[in-house]
């Protein structure tokens, strides 16, 4: 008899529907990441709905082509000794920026980076 259910008790919830896809947070992260997500999530609903993911996104496509400019002009520009060390100490520099601003995407808080997060916001309305 202890293997029958009791009919009186009550019945056990439905397991909670998943929803699949990413939370907005973890987009906005992943957008950092490299520019093929941030231009992704700019292309997929809902995620290019999202006003947080879209400015992160902007963000992370303008600090890549920045950083991209800076290394390059560091390196052909400056003489090769001196070139390649500040594009290696620039190098530092960026993943620092990187780190952070991935972090504060993950905790869904705006971060805006000196020369690309007032234009990011601008594309991001």
Not at 31 to 45: G, M, S
Not at 52 to 78: E, G
Not at 97 to 111: L, N, P, Q, R
């Amino acid at each position: 008899m202890a293997d029958t259910p009791n009919p009186t008790s009550a019945p056990l919830a439905a397991p909670a529907a998943r929803t699949g896809g990413l939370t907005m947070n973890s987009a906005a992260m992943l957008a950092y990441c490299t520019v093929i997500p941030a231009i992704l999530f700019l292309l997929i609903e809902p995620y290019k709905s999202n006003k947080f993911v879209r400015y992160n996104c902007y963000q992370s496509i303008a600090f890549t082509v920045l950083a991209s400019i800076t290394h390059l002009a560091a390196y052909v520009f400056i003489p090769r000794p001196y070139g390649a060390l500040i594009s290696f100490a620039l190098t530092f520099v960026y993943f620092a920026m990187w780190v952070i601003t991935a972090i504060k995407a993950s905790k869904g808080e705006y971060f805006k980076l000196p020369l690309t997060g007032n234009w990011a916001m601008k594309k991001a309305q």
